[in-house]
């Protein structure tokens, strides 16, 4: 697709469910990032990819977070057991290099999924 | 570790007025930097980004910023401003690649630009 896709774009998840969130990067874009952005808050880093390698899982708040991208393209978010402070808008990014787009700052986000925890 | 401030969280400005966003980061080592705009129900935009070079830099629709290393600041600024324009701008700093070849992204919580007329 031209852009960075992701889905759902909003959802309502019931405190202890799990959800899943995709994100479909660009076409043949290595690097992948997940950011959270909690209400008034600027987006948080949660998780890098090159391409299926998960090279950085650092920003994942607790073990009821896990991310995969198996094939090196699209990319899922899950969390399980969610809880009130989930609720956030998850950010997928995309850029064409390794560097994750720091040597040029061409790092391509999708609109969001906007997680909202009951 | 780096850390990006945004001293406004809002800032009401007339329209065609000029305004100012102010951006201060903290980092031990050479940075890039980044002004991200974000419009009701969108993604973020790269609005415009120094990486290297001249410390004034260009973006898009504008919209203009200097890199201060001595103030440790990345000041976003447009001279007019249109209705347009209100949305949230993000300033963040890549501390350029770590040891694994790759760098992430660190954001300020915003400041809301809201232009009336």
């Known amino acids: 697709g031209a852009g960075v896709s992701q889905s759902p774009r909003y959802k309502v998840a019931k405190r202890g469910q799990d959800v899943a969130l995709r994100c479909d990067p660009i076409?043949?874009?290595?690097?992948l990032f997940w950011y959270q952005q909690a209400l008034g808050q600027g987006p948080e880093f949660l998780t890098y990819?090159?391409?299926?390698?998960?090279?950085?899982k650092s920003g994942l708040p607790s073990d009821r977070f896990f991310a995969e991208r198996p094939e090196g393209s699209v990319s899922t978010l899950k969390i399980q057991r969610t809880q009130q402070e989930d609720s956030a808008v998850y950010l997928c990014?995309?850029?064409?290099?390794?560097?994750?787009?720091?040597?040029?700052?061409?790092?391509?986000f999708g609109e969001g999924s906007r997680l909202t925890v009951l | 570790a780096q850390s990006v401030t945004q001293l406004d969280s809002q800032v009401p400005v007339f329209e065609e007025a000029p305004v100012e966003l102010r951006c201060n980061y903290s980092?031990?080592?050479?940075?890039?930097l980044f002004w991200y705009v974000q419009y009701p129900n969108q993604g973020l935009q790269l609005l415009l980004k120094?990486?290297?070079?001249?410390?004034l830099v260009k973006g898009i629709n504008g919209f203009e910023a200097e890199f201060n290393k001595s103030q440790t600041s990345f000041h976003l600024r447009k001279p007019s401003v249109h209705i347009s324009d209100t949305a949230e701008y993000f300033c963040?700093?890549?501390?350029?690649?770590?040891?694994?070849?790759?760098?992430?992204?660190?954001f300020g919580k915003g400041t809301m630009l809201l232009v009336s007329p």
């Open positions: 990014a995309s850029s064409l290099d390794t560097s994750g787009g720091a040597n040029t700052g061409e790092l391509f």
């Open positions: 076409s043949g874009h290595v690097s």
């Open positions: 990819f090159q391409n299926e390698a998960q090279l950085d």
């Open positions: 980092s031990s080592v050479s940075v890039y």
């Open positions: 120094y990486l290297s070079g001249s410390t």
């Open positions: 963040a700093v890549s501390e350029g690649l770590m040891n694994s070849g790759y760098s992430t992204l660190t």
